[in-house]
């Protein structure tokens, strides 16, 4: 893996002597094939691929061919943050290989923060039960100190509230990831196993109803790898 500045893994492009030389490691071993280099963007740094980094992608991978003598036939340019390039026509020609995941899942184009045409942004639905509902303050009541995060959260006095809790908490997904399905429904916030909506606004909702989101990626990422929470797969 070659690091083009977004400072996640890789050896760094400008350390040419270090690529040199993990290449010919990987050369002498008879039991490894240098089949391919890669980088990826975006997803630490930010970094959006471009003609120019992703063309310095291209140029490591001719010295390495050049160098070993090997084809190195797969020239990896990165994740979801290329398709917007890749739509445009100015991914360089010697890139052959993207690793697609948001994109298809998700249907986003990473770097433009937006739902792909012809793909669904809502093809995961997470679904969590009401436990609890009832009409409370907006503000907690009290002196305020730390929440189990070592958080101080401030609160906007909206009046009384129908306030929902629902069971599935931070430590199973990304509260500010969630979009409720009924846009009526708005998130106030989590603690660690407890999702808290204000269905004041809302058709009336009981103890036992379920709730649907919509998922971004950082929310879906926690739920899948969460064991509290079962994946079913419809076709």
């Given at each position: 893996?070659?690091?083009?500045?977004?400072?996640?893994?890789g050896l760094?492009?400008?350390?040419?002597?270090?690529?040199?030389?993990?290449?010919?490691?990987?050369?002498a071993?008879?039991?490894?094939?240098?089949?391919?280099?890669?980088t990826?963007?975006?997803?630490?740094?930010?970094?959006?691929p471009?003609?120019?980094?992703?063309?310095?992608l291209?140029?490591?991978a001719d010295?390495?061919?050049?160098r070993?003598g090997?084809?190195?036939?797969?020239v990896?340019?990165?994740?979801?943050?290329?398709?917007g390039?890749?739509?445009?026509g100015l991914?360089?020609?010697?890139v052959?290989h993207?690793?697609?995941?948001?994109?298809?899942?998700?249907?986003?184009?990473?770097?433009?923060c937006?739902v792909?045409?012809?793909?669904?942004?809502?093809?995961?639905?997470?679904?969590t039960?009401?436990i609890e509902v009832?009409r409370k303050?907006?503000?907690p009541?009290?002196e305020?100190g730390?929440n189990?995060?070592?958080e101080?959260?401030?609160?906007?006095?909206?009046?009384?509230q129908?306030?929902?809790?629902?069971?599935?908490?931070?430590?199973d997904?990304?509260?500010?990831?969630?979009?409720?399905r009924?846009?009526?429904?708005?998130?106030?916030?989590?603690?660690?196993?407890?999702l808290i909506v204000?269905?004041?606004?809302?058709?009336?909702?009981?103890v036992?109803d379920?709730?649907d989101?919509?998922?971004d990626?950082?929310?879906l990422?926690?739920a899948?790898t969460?064991?509290y929470?079962?994946?079913?797969?419809?076709?």
């Open positions: 893996m070659i690091d083009l500045g977004d400072l996640r893994e760094l492009f400008l350390n040419r002597g270090q690529i040199y030389a993990a290449a010919d490691a990987a050369d071993e008879p039991g490894i094939e240098l089949y391919g280099i890669g990826n963007l975006t997803c630490y740094g930010a970094i959006i471009d003609e120019t980094n992703l063309g310095v291209c140029d490591i010295e390495l061919r050049l070993t090997l084809p190195i036939p797969i990896s340019g990165g994740n979801s943050s290329s398709i390039l890749l739509k445009r991914v360089p020609d010697c052959n993207l690793r697609l995941g948001e994109s298809i899942l998700l249907g986003n184009d990473t770097a433009a937006r792909l045409n012809g793909l669904y942004g809502d093809a995961f639905t997470l679904s039960q009401l009832q303050p907006s503000v009541i009290g305020s730390a189990a995060f070592g101080h959260p401030t609160f906007e006095s909206r009046g009384e129908i306030r929902g809790i629902c069971k599935i908490g931070r430590q997904t990304v509260a500010d990831g969630l979009t409720p009924d846009e009526q429904v708005k998130i106030i916030g989590a603690s660690s196993d407890h204000d269905l004041t606004r809302a058709k009336p909702y009981r036992g379920v709730l989101f919509t998922p990626y950082g929310a990422l926690r899948y969460s064991p929470v079962k994946r079913t797969y419809i076709e």
